[in-house]
C-alpha cells in the first residue's frame, strides 16, 4: 500500500518511510505526488492537526493521505509546549531548545513525553487516527549530534542517552512516532485495508 505524507519535513519522512517499509508500504512526499499543500494547524490537539493536514492532502491528491503532528509536553510548564512545539518561539530548532531551556531553568521535575498523533484519510471517506507517546525526561543541556527538534534534551532513563544521541533504528522501535505507527498498522489490519505481513 502506498500513502503520501502530509509533510514537508524531510526527517519526518524518511522515519515514517523507514517505520513502514517493515509493513511492506510506501511512503511518498507531496512533492512526489505532484501538489503541495500547507493547511493551517487550527486544533487545540495533536490528533485533530493531524487530522486537518491528512484531509487537506487527500482532498488535493485523491489517494490515501497521512500526516503525524507530534510535539512535547512537559509537566512542569501544564503541557507546554505541546501542539505549539514547532511554533515555541521564533526561530530554528536550536532557539526553541534554547526558549524551552530557559523556561526549565528552576524547575526540579524535568519529566516530559513526546507525543505523536497518526492519522490518515482514505478517498472512500474512511479515517484512521491513532496516538503514540516516549516518557522522558529533560536534561539541563544539550547532548548528541542526531535527530531533530527537542532530540537534544530529551533524555530516555531506559536506554541511557538523549534522542539525539540514540541510534536511528533504535529510535524507530522506542519513539512515540514508532508506537503511533505500530498502531497506525494494527489499526489498518483490523480494518482489511493491510494485509498482516508474513
Do not use: W
Not at 482532498?59 to 503532528?69: L, R, Y
Not at 531551556?101 to 491513532?130: K, Y
Amino acid at each position: 500500500m502506498q500513502f503520501v505524507l502530509a509533510s514537508n519535513n524531510q526527517k519526518k519522512l524518511l522515519e515514517m518511510r523507514q517505520i513502514l517499509a517493515n509493513e511492506g508500504c510506501t511512503v511518498i512526499s507531496m512533492a512526489e505526488a505532484g501538489f503541495h499543500t500547507d493547511p493551517a494547524e487550527t486544533g487545540t490537539t495533536f490528533e485533530e492537526n493531524a487530522r486537518i493536514k491528512a484531509r487537506a492532502a487527500m482532498e488535493a491528491c485523491g489517494q490515501p493521505c497521512i500526516a503525524d503532528d507530534s510535539g512535547l509536553e512537559v509537566d512542569a510548564l501544564g503541557g507546554a509546549p505541546g501542539v505549539y512545539s514547532a511554533r515555541y518561539c521564533p526561530g530554528t530548532d536550536l532557539d526553541r531548545v534554547e526558549y524551552l531551556l530557559h523556561n526549565m531553568e528552576n524547575q526540579e521535575n524535568r519529566a516530559a513525553r513526546f507525543v505523536s498523533a497518526v492519522a490518515c484519510v482514505f478517498p472512500d471517506g474512511g479515517e484512521i487516527v491513532v496516538r503514540g507517546e516516549c516518557r522522558g525526561v529533560l536534561l539541563r543541556e544539550m547532548q548528541g549530534e542526531g535527530g531533530f527538534g527537542y532530540d537534544p534534551v530529551f533524555y530516555v532513563p531506559d536506554e541511557g542517552c538523549t534522542f539525539a544521541e540514540m541510534p536511528q533504528a533504535r529510535k524507530n522501535q522506542i519513539s512515540h512516532r514508532a508506537a503511533a505507527m505500530t498502531a497506525f498498522c494494527a489499526a489498518l489490519r483490523r480494518s482489511g485495508r493491510l494485509e498482516a505481513q508474513v
